[in-house]
């Protein structure tokens, strides 16, 4: 009887390692949230570009299943593609390319991004950048021109190269009559990467993310803030150019800040943290705008910042008292 009751008390004091509290959520719950999230921003384009931005879609989705498929077998990992966090790289992929591109581009940017930006650090959770813009930075150094040439909505075989919102500030030649207005901006009439150009789209799409508690306001909010502030203050004098909404809408500012620098692998653990790796997108984005040969800073600024998230969280998260 007292053997059994010493039994018994072992029992109620399991040694394990934490978290001990599990709030129900898991990975695949929260990436199929953030796929969910996206399908606004994705619909909003296949409405504004037509058939082809839905097949770009489709294609850089299922090449990214099935690299990931490919690449775990060969490794011989778990094979996790159900996961969502495939999708998640395959649709973000396919959100920054134009809606002109060949199918083959986001065949070849998606292999990029899982191969090159994910599953050579060893697969979800390890990889210091964020995939879909590894893949983004390789087509783009490759093929600049078909990463370059933009259609107006609603007529997708009408390839108006770099007529975009970005371009009307740089000034580029071919965009003196161009004009958009905030409105086209906010709905996503305009020109651009096919799951960039409508602000309402993704607001309405991460509005589930922070119901769900999924990311917090202190990178998105920190990053669109200082990008304004900076292209207002220092922009030149010329249309637009200093106009603080204007440059929050334009380009892929919002896609960007709200989906793939809140990337919780590649981004700050604190809150301090996050404050500060917003601040440092910000910062970036507006020095390639506004300086910058390139209209547009988005992808290469949370690159930057994602080789700093070490040494971030190194100054930024709290230390154990020993």
Request: glycine share 10%; charged share 15%; with cysteine.
């Amino acid at each position: 009887m007292k053997e059994r009751r010493e039994e018994s008390t072992e029992a109620m004091f399991i040694v394990s390692p934490s978290p001990h509290i599990h709030c129900g959520d898991s990975i695949r719950k929260v990436m199929w949230s953030v796929v969910i999230a996206l399908i606004p921003a994705g619909v909003a384009g296949v409405i504004f570009f037509g058939i082809h931005a839905l097949e770009i879609i489709l294609i850089s989705v299922i090449t990214a299943l099935v690299s990931e498929f490919l690449i775990q077998e060969i490794r011989r990992k778990r094979i996790s593609v159900l996961d969502g966090s495939a999708v998640i790289t395959g649709i973000l992929l396919a959100y920054n390319l134009p809606p002109t591109v060949p199918l083959w581009l986001p065949a070849v940017g998606t292999f990029v991004a899982i191969v090159l930006g994910k599953q050579i650090f060893g697969g979800l959770g390890n990889n210091i950048f964020n995939p879909a813009l590894v893949g983004r930075a390789f087509l783009m150094a490759s093929w600049p021109k078909l990463m370059t040439s933009f259609s107006s909505p609603f007529h997708p075989v009408d390839a108006l190269s770099s007529a975009t919102p970005l371009a009307v500030i740089k000034g580029i030649e071919g965009t003196g009559n161009v004009h958009f207005s905030y409105r086209e901006l906010f709905l996503g009439n305009c020109s651009g990467c096919l799951g960039e150009t409508s602000a309402l789209a993704l607001l309405i799409g991460v509005s589930l993310l922070f119901f769900r508690k999924y990311i917090s306001w202190h990178i998105p909010f920190t990053y669109i803030l200082t990008v304004g502030l900076l292209t207002w203050i220092f922009g030149r004098n010329g249309l637009f150019s200093g106009d603080f909404l204007y440059n929050i809408l334009a380009g892929g500012l919002m896609l960007g800040a709200l989906f793939m620098a809140t990337d919780p692998v590649t981004s700050p653990l604190s809150n301090k943290g996050k404050i500060i790796f917003g601040l440092g997108c910000g910062c970036i984005t507006a020095l390639i705008r506004l300086k910058g040969g390139y209209p547009e800073g988005v992808s290469y600024s949370i690159l930057l910042m994602n080789a700093f998230t070490p040494l971030i969280d190194k100054f930024t998260l709290k230390k154990k008292r020993k």
